[in-house]
């Protein structure tokens, strides 16, 4: 066991033993879906690449691609900005969010035996309490992660999960949001659909309830997050941070987990 | 049809046509158009025992001397001429330019002059010459897989024998005889006897015309020189005269199928001109790539009347010994087709009948003959058509 | 009486498949114009603008009155059979691998007699109907079929080689969720299309049309996303030997022009599905396909653009996407090119509005989907390379020959 200072007791426990790192972060490829808007609206780009070279005529030393996709593609990390409630807030944007904010815990509440008998399961305030019964209160500034194992999905029509009356997947309750901001203070939601709201949260009173509030008041969203399974329900320390994009709204990210095992 | 008159028209007494040459035929050579060219120059004037520079008329036809013609042959020859003709009517250029050199030696353009028709063969360069014969093959034949007069033929063949009740065995029997008499000439590729079996069962090329309605291609050259009578005499030379000519071209363009060739527009001044008859003459020498166009000349140039020329070659034995002799030297069809010198086979052999040094079949005390050519199918139908009276010279 | 074309058989692994050859496809530039009245099906020769005398084979001066003004005009498309030939022996490899070959000198009804390819059923002294119509080479030449068309007219081999029938033949339909994609499906599935393959981007997208695609009977669908190369690539490897007709119906369709709406994301999709996916289709299927154009009788033989009538020319409407269809429109031509050796033809269609929901504030007439199919399939067994479909694309055919600039000044109506 290394012992000294703080960052050497933590990458004794990543490198030895103590600490296991979780990757939470789906493949980015181009059959990854992206946020379905009504097709008059702006639409994201889905994720393409292009090979510039691989080691041949194009370059024989290297291989690489360029890419494109929008900001909000795959697992990524949703800036206060994104959201209009959230557009004047200070610090809003991936390049001025402070970036120790991109170090928080993580709860992870597991709804997935709701979610896997009703798409359209919304997480309740009750819920939460129900799990902080077992699980003890969410600390403030911590994400709070709805488990679903909705990332399980592969196929990008489960996944979806359309009809006509738009996508059915699990999300969170609106009355749930400003009772985790006011009530846990939690720094983001988190959940392993397309988006940080549920599938038919364009219909809630107020329409994509988990953007407009947690936006509003300069909180953060996490979605498209997989092997929620592998983190206990407290304790997991997240590492989020987004591209350092000038006035970014968002961005792919690659979000990692930090496990205590012992 | 009102023809062409003779009123009028000049005779061409005092010209002598003589030495006969015949550079021998190859399926296919290596040599150029040039060396056909200059072998038959070097024989004519071996023969003639003249020099070079004696010849100062020269009148050339060929297809493979691209991208040369008559003028760069001379630089190729070493020649100097003053006078220069180079004829692009193929199939009918022997006759033309018979015509041509005849009146440059009367007028005294030219003393001495050189009718050359020769072309080569490569491998493949039948189907090159094919490929860019005319504009009008280009867009409106070629682009239909014939390669070449084949379908062209095929065409007037089919319409001949459907409007006038020819058969394939008239044209045999035209085709065997031709055969008969090749096998007579050295010079001649097909070798072998051709029985009416064989022709009947030839593979079919393009219906009704099967292989041995066909000429071979192959390289070869025919020449003969023009001057007047007096210089053939001084140079002690065997000669014929010419007692008419005719060409004519784009003839009957409102047929829409060729029923007829140009020779039907001229025929009667061409017998007027010649004082003689059809039926004084000891032969005819036809243009012959297809049977179909022989038994139009018998027609177009009096021999018998139009649509009747399969019932003519019934009655008639078309060897060199037979009542009839027709191509006595064998004809393209039998010796081959060597490019524009198929357009000199038949003159060339009427000069040899006519003046007793045939290297074939002898049509015995012939007199009078007929030379007759045949070229260029532009679009759908030969454009060219000549013919020549050539007379036995007793002087 | 022409005989049914037997449907093919599975292919030998170990035959080498026949190259493409071409039919010799040198013609002079008076001989052009026939090609440009064989890619739109008309058939027209030169008509002397003094004298009235019908032209043929094309000239530059009249052969009667030696006028140069030889317009090309409609003309009479009868004529009787003078004589008729079957070729047993070529030089050209294009015919030497389909002989024999029937020919046929006729006389037309307008004058010249021209020589034509022969359909089976011709007889010698018969009428018969002449056409122009694109060969192998692209080039145009005449065929001659019965008046009274046989029943498998459409099987004769010889005219198999000049039209695209989509008899027997797989074809891929590259966008299967809009109601032109269904149509198109219903479409070739009436013509007898032997496979029908189509494809759909964004899966977990619904699509009513791609529900009613996926009933047909010989339909597979098959995941395509003309924006993804990878996606093209992958189905080009699956289906790329098998297609022998190619639909590209992409369509994305927004309105707005440059000043009234700048949108780049909106413009940048319209040029990435409309002229970005078709050189990713181009680049992936466009080889085999181009390899199989003499794959027996029914090999590769058609490349089928649905273009708007607006890649001609703009429609500040539709400003952006106009634009995203000339490009497309462009790379069609160089397409073209590229895919004439195998002898594969490129057939660009220039459509009128559609009757959809993109096209909503657009007045009428609008274009019922399943009629432009029709014409598309149509177009294909007749062998053309230019289809303007419906009255707004063939007016702006129209005008834009006769004033490019009245048509620019007009159409924001």
């Known amino acids: 066991m290394t012992t000294g200072g703080l960052l050497n007791q933590l990458m004794g426990g990543i490198l030895g033993s103590g600490i296991q790192v979780v990757d939470l972060t789906m493949t980015l490829q181009p059959d990854v879906p992206t946020i379905v808007m009504p097709p008059e609206f702006g639409q994201s780009w889905p994720f393409r690449m292009e090979e510039i070279s691989r080691y041949d005529h194009r370059g024989p030393f290297c291989y690489w691609n360029n890419l494109s996709c929008g900001e909000h593609t795959g697992t990524h990390f949703d800036a206060p900005i994104h959201w209009v409630s959230g557009k004047d807030l200070p610090e809003n944007a991936t390049d001025t969010i402070p970036v120790e904010k991109f170090l928080a815990h993580a709860c992870v509440v597991d709804c997935s035996a709701p979610a896997a008998a009703d798409p359209d399961y919304l997480l309740t305030q009750e819920a939460v309490e129900d799990w902080e019964a077992a699980n003890g209160k969410i600390p403030p500034r911590s994400w709070l992660l709805m488990r679903t194992d909705w990332s399980l999905k592969r196929d990008p029509v489960a996944y979806m999960n359309m009809a006509e009356d738009g996508a059915h997947t699990p999300g969170p309750h609106e009355d749930l949001i400003p009772w985790l901001i006011e009530e846990r203070d939690v720094i983001g939601f988190g959940c392993e659909a397309v988006g940080t709201d549920a599938g038919q949260a364009g219909h809630?009173?107020?329409?994509?309830?988990?953007?407009?509030?947690?936006?509003?008041?300069?909180?953060?969203g996490l979605p498209a997050l997989t092997n929620l399974d592998a983190l206990p329900p407290q304790g997991a320390v997240l590492i989020t941070p987004p591209l350092k994009i000038r006035q970014g709204s968002g961005s792919p990210a690659r979000v990692l987990a930090l496990v205590e095992t012992t | 049809m009102s023809?062409?008159?003779?009123?009028?028209?000049?005779?061409?007494?005092?010209?002598?046509?003589?030495?006969?040459?015949?550079?021998?035929?190859?399926?296919?050579?290596?040599?150029?158009?040039?060396?056909?060219?200059?072998?038959?120059?070097?024989?004519?004037?071996?023969?003639?025992?003249i020099g070079k520079v004696q010849v100062d008329g020269f009148c050339i036809s060929s297809f493979t001397l691209a991208p040369d013609t008559a003028v760069g042959l001379t630089q190729h020859l070493g020649v100097s001429p003053r006078w220069l003709d180079h004829i692009p009517m193929g199939g009918a250029s022997g006759a033309v330019a018979l015509r041509r050199a005849a009146r440059a030696v009367q007028c005294g353009d030219a003393e001495i002059v050189a009718c050359i028709a020769g072309d080569t063969n490569h491998v493949d360069s039948f189907r090159k010459t094919i490929a860019s014969f005319s504009q009008f093959a280009n867009d409106a034949v070629y682009p239909y897989g014939s390669g070449g007069p084949n379908a062209s033929f095929a065409f007037l063949t089919d319409h001949y024998m459907r409007q006038y009740g020819a058969k394939r065995e008239d044209f045999a029997k035209l085709c065997i005889a031709q055969r008969d008499n090749a096998l007579q000439n050295s010079n001649a590729l097909m070798k072998r006897p051709l029985s009416l079996d064989d022709y009947m069962d030839a593979r079919p090329i393009a219906d009704p015309l099967c292989l041995f309605d066909c000429v071979m291609p192959c390289a070869g050259a025919e020449a003969f020189l023009v001057m007047s009578a007096d210089r053939a005499r001084a140079l002690e030379l065997p000669f014929v005269e010419i007692l008419s000519t005719i060409e004519r071209h784009n003839a009957f363009p409102d047929d829409p199928i060729q029923i007829r060739g140009g020779w039907a527009m001229d025929v009667d001044g061409f017998y007027d001109l010649a004082g003689v008859g059809p039926e004084d003459m000891d032969f005819l020498q036809a243009y012959d790539d297809y049977p179909v166009i022989c038994f139009m000349q018998m027609e177009d140039l009096g021999f018998c009347k139009k649509g009747s020329a399969a019932e003519f070659v019934r009655r008639h034995d078309l060897t060199a010994g037979g009542d009839f002799p027709f191509n006595t030297s064998g004809g393209q069809l039998s010796v081959g087709q060597a490019g524009a010198a198929g357009g000199s086979l038949g003159l060339v052999e009427a000069i040899r009948q006519l003046t007793d040094q045939s290297m074939s079949a002898v049509v015995e005390g012939a007199r009078h003959g007929v030379a007759s050519c045949f070229g260029m199918i532009n679009y759908d139908r030969g454009l060219c058509s000549s013919a020549a009276v050539l007379a036995r010279s007793d002087r | 009486?022409?005989?049914?074309?037997?449907?093919?058989?599975?292919?030998?692994?170990?035959?080498?498949?026949?190259?493409?050859?071409?039919?010799?496809?040198?013609?002079?530039?008076?001989?052009?114009?026939?090609?440009?009245?064989?890619?739109?099906?008309?058939?027209?020769?030169?008509?002397?603008?003094?004298?009235?005398?019908?032209?043929?084979?094309?000239?530059?001066?009249?052969?009667?009155?030696?006028?140069?003004?030889?317009?090309?005009?409609?003309?009479?498309?009868?004529?009787?059979?003078?004589?008729?030939?079957?070729?047993?022996?070529?030089n050209d490899l294009f015919f030497r691998d389909r002989l024999p070959w029937r020919l046929g000198l006729v006389q037309s009804d307008a004058g010249p007699s021209v020589v034509a390819h022969l359909a089976e059923d011709c007889r010698q002294g018969e009428r018969v109907r002449l056409s122009l119509d694109l060969d192998r080479s692209g080039h145009a030449v005449m065929n001659a079929q019965p008046e009274e068309p046989g029943p498998n007219l459409e099987?004769?081999?010889?005219?198999?080689?000049?039209?695209?029938?989509?008899?027997?033949?797989?074809?891929?339909?590259?966008?299967?969720?809009?109601?032109?994609?269904?149509?198109?499906?219903?479409?070739?599935?009436?013509?007898?299309?032997?496979?029908?393959?189509?494809?759909?981007?964004?899966?977990?997208?619904?699509?009513?049309?791609?529900?009613?695609?996926?009933?047909?009977?010989?339909?597979?669908l098959f995941p395509l996303d003309v924006t993804d190369t990878d996606s093209v690539q992958e189905l080009a490897s699956v289906l790329g030997g098998k297609v022998e007709i190619m639909v590209n119906n992409s369509y994305h369709l927004r309105p707005g022009g440059a000043v009234d709406r700048m949108d780049m994301n909106l413009s940048r999709e319209e040029m990435d599905i409309h002229y970005f996916g078709l050189l990713r289709l181009a680049?992936?299927?466009?080889?085999?396909?181009?390899?199989?154009?003499?794959?027996?009788?029914?090999?590769?033989?058609?490349?089928?653009?649905?273009?708007?009538?607006?890649?001609?020319?703009?429609?500040?409407?539709?400003?952006?996407?106009?634009?995203?269809?000339?490009?497309?429109?462009?790379?069609?031509q160089c397409l073209r090119a590229e895919l004439a050796p195998g002898g594969i033809r490129v057939l660009n269609t220039f459509v009128g509005p559609l009757d959809d929901e993109w096209h909503q504030m657009v007045p009428p007439p609008k274009l019922p989907p399943n009629m432009v199919a029709g014409r598309i399939v149509d177009a294909l067994k007749k062998g053309l390379e230019d289809l303007a479909v419906g009255a707004v694309a063939e007016e702006i055919a129209e005008r834009l020959a006769e004033n490019p600039k009245e048509i620019e000044r007009e159409i924001k109506s």
Not at chain 2, 3 to 23: E, L, N
Not at chain 2, 25 to 44: I, K, T, V
Not at chain 3, 34 to 62: I, K, S
Request: charged letters at 20%; aromatic letters at 8%; proline letters at 7%.
């Open chain 1, 204 to 220: 809630a009173n107020v329409p994509y309830p988990c953007h407009y509030h947690m936006h509003g008041n300069n909180r953060f």
């Open chain 2, 3 to 49: 023809g062409q008159q003779s009123a009028g028209r000049m005779g061409y007494d005092g010209v002598a046509v003589c030495v006969p040459v015949t550079v021998p035929y190859s399926r296919y050579s290596l040599r150029s158009a040039h060396w056909f060219c200059g072998r038959a120059l070097a024989e004519l004037i071996q023969t003639a025992g």
């Open chain 3, 1 to 90: 009486m022409t005989a049914p074309l037997p449907p093919p058989r599975k292919k030998d692994p170990v035959e080498r498949t026949r190259q493409p050859t071409l039919p010799p496809g040198n013609r002079s530039r008076e001989a052009q114009g026939l090609t440009a009245m064989a890619a739109v099906g008309r058939f027209a020769l030169q008509v002397c603008a003094g004298c009235r005398q019908v032209q043929y084979p094309p000239r530059q001066v009249c052969a009667h009155c030696l006028g140069d003004d030889l317009p090309w005009r409609d003309v009479a498309a009868g004529g009787r059979l003078l004589a008729e030939t079957n070729v047993h022996a070529a």
């Open chain 3, 155 to 220: 099987d004769d081999v010889q005219l198999r080689e000049m039209t695209m029938n989509p008899k027997d033949r797989r074809v891929l339909i590259v966008n299967g969720k809009t109601a032109l994609g269904l149509a198109l499906a219903q479409a070739f599935k009436t013509a007898g299309a032997r496979e029908i393959f189509v494809g759909h981007a964004e899966p977990w997208k619904t699509s009513p049309a791609l529900e009613a695609v996926r009933k047909i009977d010989g339909v597979t």
């Open chain 3, 283 to 332: 680049g992936t299927f466009g080889p085999a396909m181009r390899g199989r154009g003499a794959d027996g009788d029914h090999g590769a033989c058609a490349w089928v653009n649905v273009l708007s009538a607006y890649a001609q020319i703009n429609n500040p409407t539709f400003g952006t996407y106009s634009a995203s269809q000339a490009a497309a429109r462009s790379l069609a």
